[in-house]
């Protein structure tokens, strides 16, 4: 798949992921993989990351019984109108294939 094409597919999925609960990077990653396999977890880390640093995102730490902390994000509600406006985008996209016969 096109490298452009699937971050802006990992966007989309990640949010919406967001949406469902707060996640930890690690969970965010086996969800992800799940879907397109051949995901590094370079790549969605610094999806996360440009996430925060855009206000889609926040991220906090929550202790854990046994290992270090774990690092969750969540959808801000910036987020979500982003989330939204892809999804719009989406089903405008899927008129036009419509359209022309795919």
Known sequence: MDGQLKR???NICILQLLRQQDRYGYDLIKQIQAFFPDT??????TILRRMNTDGLTERYDSPVSHGPQRKYYRLTGQGRERLQEYLADWEQIEAVFSQIGL
Do not use: A, F, H, P
């Open 8 to 10: 802006g597919i990992l």
């Open 40 to 45: 590094e977890e370079s790549t969605l880390y």
